[in-house]
């Protein structure tokens, strides 16, 4: 059984194609994303897989128009951040129309071969692997032989009936006027990711949907006053807007000064509301602490961010020698972090479900009233 889901994707294809293998296992193939506009669509189709289970067997960009790429490009730039792991890229690029002989949509068919070099992805692995120095074969049909067959997990077996080689020779001619015609040369990747870095309605959505696309470039943000307070014993880390690696080189620095490999303290006021782009997992690998302040009630830009919040919770499984997000089983007591807010709002309030707090194992606290404010005692 194959079962396609045909994702929106306004004037462009979008296919989410799925059929089983062993037991319970699932094998996918996204063939094609989209234009730029509809490419939330695919993201968040992605984004509803459990994360161990984000993978596909191949990704398919079946050409380079604009409503076919756009959402191929956005998706290798969400990739990590989505824990997208993609076993083989099946994509006609300058490399393989070039390939004998020595469009609209080009330039971003440039990009997408700069991604997947970058990134390191299987490259028309299927379709023969390519000798030390040369580039991946093309997919197509040659003039003589059989239709070039593909077997793929689960028992799945794809054959191909197009492009030939006539197709791809006029492909080259018009990749080659409309790359040219942006005053580039064409294969050269470092130019297209510059180029792609330029075109923001080609970046993907990771910093947007999950918080975690970007670091902090704020220049006030990064000269937050930051500062350890103790008192009594008791360590309270207090950090503005502070960047995430801004903060862990003076975290590291203190540490020479201390000693040990964390720095231990009572409770952390998380640095820019919450934001992914300030809390990382550099800064919080440089902590021991299961306390965690968060200001703000996510007016205007939506803090805090939700990877924000599972990335301090999974550092909180780290120190307990815990893999996250379940390791300790669904019966663990909770409490073993906590996160405190001084507004119950739209963004707070999804970490007050009790079913969250038990499967992740914190506890989350609140204040009595709208109005009130939240008093930490330290």
């Known amino acids: 059984m194959i079962t396609v889901e045909m994702l929106p994707a306004a004037h462009g294809d979008a296919l989410w194609v799925e059929w089983p293998g062993k037991g319970s296992d699932v094998h996918r193939m996204l063939v094609d994303a989209g234009p730029s506009a509809t490419y939330e669509a695919v993201f968040e189709r992605v984004r509803r897989l459990p994360p161990r289970s984000r993978h596909l067997d191949v990704l398919v960009a079946t050409h380079v128009d604009a409503d076919h790429i756009e959402g191929v490009i956005r998706l290798l730039q969400d990739r990590v ?22 469009l609209l949509g080009a330039d971003q068919g440039e990009m997408l071969q700069a991604l997947i070099g970058s990134q390191q992805l299987c490259w028309n692995a299927a379709f023969g692997r390519a000798a030390p120095g040369k580039p991946p074969h093309a997919v197509c049909l040659r003039a003589q032989g059989a239709a070039p067959a593909v077997d793929l997990p689960g028992g799945a077996r794809a054959t191909l009936v197009g492009p030939g080689r006539p197709e791809l020779d006029k492909l080259l001619k018009e990749w080659d006027r409309v790359v040219r015609g942006l005053g580039v040369t064409p294969g050269k990747p470092d130019e297209a990711l510059d ?30 006053i930051a500062f350890l307070l103790e008192h009594d014993g008791k360590r309270l880390l207090l950090t503005g807007d502070g960047h995430g690696e801004v903060l862990a080189r003076g975290v590291d620095r203190l540490l020479k000064q201390l000693g040990g490999t964390r720095l231990t303290v009572d409770a952390l006021k998380v640095p820019h509301h919450g934001s992914a782009a300030n809390v990382t997992d550099v800064l919080l690998s440089r902590l021991d602490t299961r306390r965690f302040l968060v200001s703000t009630n996510g007016d205007k830009f939506n803090h805090p ?33 906590e996160l405190v807010f001084n507004y119950r709002s739209r963004t707070t309030e999804p970490w007050a479900d009790p079913a969250r707090q038990r499967a992740r194992h914190y506890t989350a606290v609140y204040p009595a009233t709208a109005a009130a404010g939240t008093t930490v005692e330290v």
């Open 81 to 102: 951040a989505l824990k997208l792991a993609i076993d083989d890229v099946w994509f006609n690029g300058w490399p393989q129309i070039s390939e004998p002989a020595g």
């Open 305 to 337: 961010d939700p990877e924000a919040i599972d990335r301090m919770l999974a550092a909180v499984d780290r120190l307990d020698g815990a893999d996250p997000p379940h390791a300790a089983g669904p019966d663990a007591d909770t409490g073993r972090a």
């Open 195 to 224: 180029r792609l870095a330029h075109r923001r309605s080609l970046r993907g959505l990771a910093a947007d949907l999950l918080g975690g696309g970007r670091l902090d470039a704020s220049v006030p943000n990064g000269s937050s």
